[in-house]
């Protein structure tokens, strides 16, 4: 159950997001038109299996089956974002994309963790609105804010649009990243690991 892993404010966070009729209603568009293909297709990657990357693909394997997935995500291996590793998706279909500098720096229960955390991602529903963040406010957080633009710009009725969707956004974001490490902890099994 992902209440195992899941911080509290993080659900907390969740449900004041699906309230925000804006917001769901960007979040189903962008998962409805545009979704997952085009993600896919922005990344330069590989996707694990049993013949690619097999000991990477185990530990994937053992992440999900540990957090309970009742199905597993796809997970690619990038070069283009080497020292990251981000959640995709949709509340239905998920997917993982780790960089390379990751999986050949990190391995067992280094690299158990960082699956783990991704795939805590995926467990407790954070995919979509992982999604909704990058086509939202994009890769590099807010955009300038009122106060970064002057005075000027709180007159701008977009600026005032882009703000009231991207504080909900963010302030769920913070809260998620708790819930997966929590998840990366309990498949890793100790806090000292």
């Known amino acids: ?3 195992a892993f ?3 404010q993080d659900g907390a966070a969740m449900a004041r997001l699906r ?3 804006p917001i769901n209603a960007a979040a189903r568009t962008i998962s409805d038109r545009v979704g997952r293909r ?3 297709a922005t990344f330069n990657a590989v996707q694990l299996s049993e013949q690619q990357l097999p000991a990477v693909y185990a530990n994937a394997v053992l992440a999900a089956r540990i957090l309970g997935m009742p199905t597993m995500p796809d997970v690619f291996v990038s ?3 080497m020292w990251d590793s981000v959640t995709y998706g949709s509340e239905h279909s998920a997917f993982v994309i780790v960089g390379t500098a990751l999986i050949t720096n990190y391995q067992g ?3 158990l963790f960082l699956l783990a955390r991704e795939m805590g991602h995926c467990r407790a529903g954070h995919a979509l609105w992982k999604t909704v ?3 939202l406010i994009g890769e590099q957080g807010p955009r300038k804010g009122l106060s970064g633009a002057g005075m000027l710009s709180a007159l701008n009725p977009a600026q005032l649009v882009g703000g009231a969707l991207e504080l909900p956004l963010l302030a769920w974001a913070r ?5 997966a490490d929590r998840a990366g902890l309990l498949a890793g099994g100790s806090e000292e690991d």
């Open 38 to 40: 085009w993600i896919e």
């Open 19 to 21: 309230g925000i009729g």
């Open 79 to 81: 070069g283009d974002r």
């Open 133 to 135: 963040i990058r086509f």
């Open 6 to 8: 899941q911080w509290a």
């Open 1 to 3: 159950d992902p209440a």
């Open 175 to 179: 809260q998620a990243e708790i819930t």
């Open 109 to 111: 229960v280094d690299q």
